[in-house]
């Protein structure tokens, strides 16, 4: 319902010229004071028309339109690949792997006291002599692969009294362990103990060399052992 209503006014009561008078239906009467004093104001209708005109708000809906752009955007992720590199860093070899003498004598293979007598330098009685080799050696081919590290019988390795050892091989490549190597003689495996060092060259298997510190004194008749892994 709006606000303002368009109505007339048939009755009201009004206190005029010192007397309370009635208006009903276009008739003035004079009346007692009523019991509780209202005052009433006339307005006229034509009045209440325009006040309500000029009071009624004004309303202005304004429609707006919205539009709203929604951008799909398609990416395409290229996975970027880095080229790997693999650096392979070779630890040089010791030089004593580099200026040892090779023994390759298929008869330090010999462990069963087969009493050969390869002879060649410094031999005694045609046996082995490897007291003269006084620089780094090691062991290939049919020599096998390190030295024997086990207890020969005499007159095994192509020589009278052979040699061997149980030292500890290295695990590093340049690492060098010091132990020491035997002589088998008249049923002792250790007749006789000397110094021996080991240093490795690679990380291949018994890829070793070797340096007694044995000084010799002449001829001998004692030779190393070798061994297959």
Known sequence: MSMWATYSINFFQVFSFGKWVNYKNGTLSEM?????????????????????????????????????????????????????????????????CHNATNFTQH??????????????EHSFGDYACDYYTLQWFRF?????????DRCPPAESCGT????????????????RAEGQFYVSYDGHCKHMTHNLSVIRCSEE??????????????DCWAAFCGMKL
């Open 140 to 148: 290939r081919g049919a020599a096998g692969q390190k030295m024997l």
């Open 107 to 120: 008869w330090r293979l010999e462990h069963r006291a087969q009493n050969l007598k390869p002879g060649g």
């Open 32 to 96: 007692r004071r009523p019991r509780l004093a209202i005052t009433y104001t006339v307005i006229p209708l034509d009045e209440l028309i325009q006040c309500r005109n000029r009071n009624r708000p004004t309303t202005t809906v304004s429609a707006t339109t919205s539009t709203t752009t929604t951008s799909t955007s398609t990416a395409t992720s290229t996975p970027t690949v880095s080229p790997t590199t693999t650096t392979t860093t070779e630890l040089p070899d010791p030089i004593e």
């Open 160 to 175: 009278y009294m052979p040699l061997w050892t149980d030292i500890q091989l290295p695990d590093k490549v340049g690492e």
């Open 205 to 218: 298997p018994a890829d070793v060399v070797y340096l007694h510190h044995y000084a010799p004194r002449g």
